[in-house]
């Protein structure tokens, strides 16, 4: 009994993203490199608020100077701004020729759903 007790708490850490979940680092980086970072893909944002999409602490944060974005998060606003064709330029939709697939598109909104993890 004190072993099944003792064992119940090694569970996963609390404080981390539940197993199954997408992360940052495993699952949404490598598609916005792969899909963005030619043009976003130098850490930070430019004073006129261009930013890039390839470091995590980003993700987080409130966007600036964004009015289709303004209340969003960058993780929202990627999400929301690859949805309405806004990005990549040219008004490319998830699953066209050339764009992020669907699954990578669902992928990046599940992520931003459960909280957009590290």
Same mark, same amino acid.
């Given at each position: 009994?004190?072993?099944?007790?003792? %064992?119940?708490? +090694?569970?996963?850490?609390?404080?981390?993203?539940?197993?199954?979940?997408?992360?940052?680092?495993?699952?949404?980086?490598?598609? %916005?490199?792969?899909?963005?970072?030619?043009?976003?893909?130098?850490?930070?944002?430019?004073?006129?608020?261009?930013?890039?999409?390839?470091?995590?602490?980003?993700?987080?944060?409130?966007?600036?100077?964004?009015?289709? +974005?303004?209340? %969003?998060?960058?993780?929202?606003?990627?999400?929301?701004?690859?949805?309405?064709?806004?990005?990549?330029?040219?008004? +490319?939709?998830?699953?066209?020729?050339?764009?992020?697939?669907?699954?990578?598109?669902?992928?990046?909104?599940?992520?931003?759903?459960?909280?957009?993890?590290?």
């Amino acid at each position: 009994m004190a072993l099944a007790l003792a %064992l119940q708490g +090694c569970g996963a850490d609390s404080n981390g993203p539940e197993e199954g979940t997408n992360t940052w680092t495993d699952d949404i980086r490598p598609i %916005l490199v792969r899909h963005c970072a030619g043009c976003h893909g130098s850490s930070g944002c430019t004073i006129d608020g261009t930013c890039f999409l390839d470091q995590y602490t980003l993700m987080p944060s409130p966007t600036l100077q964004m009015s289709d +974005c303004e209340g %969003l998060s960058f993780s929202e606003c990627s999400v929301f701004s690859i949805q309405i064709g806004l990005m990549p330029p040219g008004g +490319c939709l998830p699953g066209q020729k050339k764009c992020i697939a669907l699954d990578e598109f669902e992928l990046l909104k599940k992520w931003v759903e459960n909280g957009s993890p590290e």
